[in-house]
């Protein structure tokens, strides 16, 4: 095993890594609202990608076929909570679940209505070059990858943590109540959480879609892993859900390079090991908070 | 007549019609009769479950998947009919069934959803991984084909059963136990009604009855592959007992159909049509009839 091989494997990792931790801290931001996982977010993902491919495919420039799809995918977010979850989100965690299933579902056929089953590739935005960096050949993709995702994932830090707006989010998913005695609009402040829930989704949707194809189950994979990022850094917390996509996605590149027991078809069953493991030892992950119910 | 009388009126009606219809609908219908039959079985593993037990697993094809293949290893590699690898099916399932059920104590609501999620994503990779005894990629071709009445009694028949089975279960001690400890496990508890074995039971019970549908499937199919029984497998069976009904023997029956016979009608329309008239009816039958089908006609009957 050389160090240079294994700090590209690294990388490499990386890179998916931070698109399984963009789509785990889009999980989080909906658990934290709902307290129920949205199985519906890769399809979501999945689809916010087809607009984008649309665009591209009718001429319009990359970056501003991005620009227009994460507006997009936001009203569409926005628009979900609204109708569908709104009725239901005082239900038990059973109906919750199975209406995010239909969702699943849904936007699955939709789209296989609207685009068809067929794989399509997908453009990357990034030059198909590699870089040298000490013996050491890193692709330009990954690089590009790496940082769109954590620069996304920092503006969304400061937002949580720096502006009203996101300080009125957070209040509103952990004290509704006491929120809206103060005069937040709670409902709304839910809504807007699925509209940026939708936002990252579109953009790990765009940044995988050149390595995967576009086709209407390309997400059930990635959404696995992310579920398993997310329990892994704690399912009620934003850092754990970015620590536990970057770890995992390292792992999962290291494992299938270097454990050939593992290779790349037990990749999937690794993530479920993952996620019982940690839901049985260790609910509340590494970063999140123990939950303590009074009965 | 009597109330209870009446009650039984649409059970004999339904017999009756069970039983006459393989003699009067041609053999290709008979044929997709008996797949309806074999979805009945593991929709009825839901129904117990998740109805009656409240537990959510959308892992149910990983258990067809062990009892398909358990005959078709069987069947294929030392010539075992199938009326012999079906019990051995129901209890490697009910076994298997067991263990997950023990892990699945520990895990709650949305997380037991997310834990049986990942397990059917898995099942795939699994079998094709393991190939020196599952065959891989290729799947396993079985060495016989039979008649579609043969077929459609089989499923039907021991759909039959199952459902007679359950509704003993389920009509007295056991049944109240394991919707007492769905409604509230605390208050069931301090009741005296120990959740171990409750639950555990019904996680085993419910993967035989999705074993016995996977090596009826497997019977009918004459063949199995890894992706027979992918995550969408799970995700059809969770639609089937939704829309037909959950809590309902009735249920199982028209879930069973309807996943049977729903593809085959909106096919026509447009490849993804089946999805999406799925997915909208999962969310409508959530917000509007939580009793699907069976509870909605249940409702008609009585006024």
């Known amino acids: 095993m050389l160090i240079s091989e294994l700090a590209e494997q690294v990388v490499s990792g990386l890179a998916t890594g931070s698109i399984i931790a963009s789509m785990a801290l889009a999980l989080v931001l909906i658990y934290r609202s709902i307290n129920v996982i949205n199985f519906a977010q890769g399809e979501m993902a999945m689809f916010s990608t087809f607009i984008a491919y649309t665009l591209i495919d009718r001429g319009v420039p990359i970056w501003i076929s991005f620009a227009l799809t994460v507006l997009i995918a936001f009203v569409g977010g926005v628009a979900i909570e609204r109708t569908v979850i709104r009725p239901i989100e005082r239900a038990s965690p059973l109906t919750i679940v199975i209406v995010s299933l239909g969702l699943l579902i849904s936007i699955n056929g939709l789209a296989g209505w609207i685009w068809g089953y067929d794989v399509h590739a997908f453009p ?4 198909q070059t590699t870089l040298r960096l000490g013996g050491v050949v890193l692709s330009a993709q990954d690089i590009g990858v790496i940082v769109t995702c954590l620069g996304m994932l920092a503006v969304l830090w400061f937002f949580f943590g720096r502006t009203r707006l996101g300080l009125a989010m957070r209040a509103a998913a952990l004290y509704p109540t006491e929120s809206r005695v103060l005069g937040i609009r709670v409902g709304w402040m839910l809504a807007l959480g699925w509209g940026l829930a939708a936002v990252v989704g579109a953009i790990a949707g765009v940044m995988i879609a050149p390595i995967v194809f576009l086709e209407p189950n390309m997400m059930q994979g990635l959404v696995v892993y992310a579920f398993a990022a997310a329990v892994l850094g704690g399912i009620d917390s934003p850092v754990g859900a970015v620590v536990g996509g970057l ?18 078809d037990l990749r999937l069953p690794a993530a479920f090991l993952i996620i019982v493991l940690v839901l049985v030892v260790r609910p509340s992950g590494f970063f999140g908070k123990q939950s303590v119910t009074r009965v | 007549m009597t109330p209870q009388a009446r009650r039984l ?13 393989p003699f009067v609908i041609p053999s290709f219908l008979t044929f997709q009769f008996a797949f ?10 839901l129904t117990v479950l998740t109805g009656t037990n409240g537990q959510i697993s959308l892992g149910q094809g990983a258990f067809m998947a062990a009892g398909g293949y358990t005959l078709a290893i069987l069947a294929h590699s030392a010539g075992w009919p199938p009326e012999l690898a079906i019990p051995l099916a129901a209890i490697v399932s009910f076994v298997l069934g067991g263990i997950v059920g023990v892990v699945a104590l520990r895990l709650t609501g949305a997380y037991l959803a997310l834990a049986t999620f990942a397990l059917a994503v898995s099942v795939s990779p699994l079998i094709k991984r393991f190939g020196w005894i599952t065959g891989g990629a290729q799947g396993v071709t079985l060495p016989f084909s039979r008649d579609s009445r043969v077929l459609y009694a089989e499923s039907w028949g021991i759909a039959a059963l199952l459902l007679l089975i359950t509704w003993f279960m389920l009509r007295g001690r056991i049944g109240r136990s394991l919707r007492a400890l769905r409604d509230n496990e605390i208050a069931a508890a301090s009741f005296g009604i120990n959740p171990v074995p409750y639950k555990t039971f019904a996680f085993a019970l419910s993967a035989a009855y999705a074993g016995i549908a996977g090596a009826l499937v497997a019977t009918a199919t004459a063949y199995v592959s890894p992706d027979t029984f992918g995550l969408q497998l799970s995700l059809t069976l969770i639609i089937g007992v939704v829309i037909g009904g959950l809590d309902s023997l009735w249920g199982a029956v028209i879930g069973g159909l309807v996943v049977e016979f729903l593809p085959l009608a909106a096919q026509s329309i447009n490849v993804a049509a089946t999805s999406l008239i799925y997915g909208i009816a999962l969310i409508l039958v959530m917000i509007l009839i ?4 069976a509870g909605a006609l249940r409702t008609l009957s009585r006024r």
């Open chain 1, 247 to 264: 770890i995992l996605g390292v792992a999962l590149n290291l494992m299938g390079t270097y454990v050939s027991f593992i290779g790349t």
């Open chain 1, 124 to 127: 990357s935005p990034f030059p």
């Open chain 2, 36 to 45: 309806a039959g074999a979805y009945t079985c593991a929709i009825l593993g």
């Open chain 2, 9 to 21: 009126v649409p059970l004999i009606v339904a017999v009756v019609l069970f039983a006459v219809l």
């Open chain 2, 290 to 293: 939580p009793g699907g089908i």
